[in-house]
């Protein structure tokens, strides 16, 4: 059984275009993360939903936007795709409250290329 | 800010030889430290994770210490594989709602 699932697993599109990336946790947990892996491998946080509240936004364009419409499932949606949002974006869970035993889960990433 | 560093950036050895990496963070006030290990075009896995109470955490050949006064933490990795050829990867949490801070990464090479 898959923990993290994303999809798709690949996306290539043309700069202007929308587009969404959806992510699912069957692991009961009550937040979860989108970062972004650019091309030098860095990983970096964009957004923390907790229990479908945002709570941690890094100073991400207004053209991202996510949306909790469950614990168990936070989207990303993409408006006006720019050839700079290229990379390959991770979502993540966790449990958090337990007194820093907070392991977080990825899903396996989804590699989006804008042309 | 928290700014987390790891070094070397790229590792090679051969296999059975026993290794460390580092990882050092700006801000010792942290609240937990994890070690992931990234494998080509895949996801992150967890390896282990250390508590801000804690001084070290051991899972099978894997061994991680955390020393917050001199922000400093090690993977220490016995025996080497070829199987252990990945992208290591340590991050550090600040708060128990606070963004994850994570390193570059230490691309580790075991061969056979």
């Known amino acids: 059984d898959t923990a993290v699932s994303q999809t798709p697993k690949y996306l290539v599109t043309q700069m202007g275009n929308d587009k969404s990336i959806k992510c699912e946790q069957n692991?009961?947990?009550?937040?979860m993360y989108w970062y972004k892996q650019d091309s030098k491998k860095f990983l970096k946080i964009m957004f923390s939903y907790n229990n479908k509240e945002l709570i941690i936004n890094e100073t991400v364009p207004n053209r991202f936007s996510p949306k909790s419409p469950d614990k168990a499932h936070l989207n990303l949606h993409i408006n006006s795709l720019e050839l700079g949002d290229s990379a390959v974006y991770f979502c993540?869970?966790?449990?958090?409250?337990?007194?820093?035993?907070?392991?977080?889960?990825f899903g396996p990433g989804t590699r989006l290329l804008v042309l | 800010k928290q700014e987390v560093t790891q070094i070397p950036a790229a590792l090679s050895v051969p296999e059975g030889e026993n290794l460390v990496l580092n990882c050092s963070f700006t801000?010792?006030?942290?609240?937990?430290l994890q070690w992931f290990r990234q494998d080509p075009g895949k996801g992150l896995t967890s390896l282990l994770l250390i508590q801000s109470s804690q001084r070290e955490q051991t899972s099978g050949r894997l061994n991680a210490s955390l020393d917050k006064s001199s922000g400093r933490s090690t993977l220490y990795i016995a025996a080497s594989q070829p199987g252990d050829s990945a992208t290591y990867l340590c991050a550090v949490r600040i708060g128990g709602y606070q963004k994850v801070t994570f390193g570059i990464g230490t691309k580790l090479q075991v061969i056979p």
């Open positions: 692991l009961g947990h009550d937040t």
């Open positions: 801000d010792s006030a942290i609240y937990n």
């Open positions: 993540a869970s966790s449990q958090l409250g337990l007194a820093g035993g907070e392991t977080q889960y």
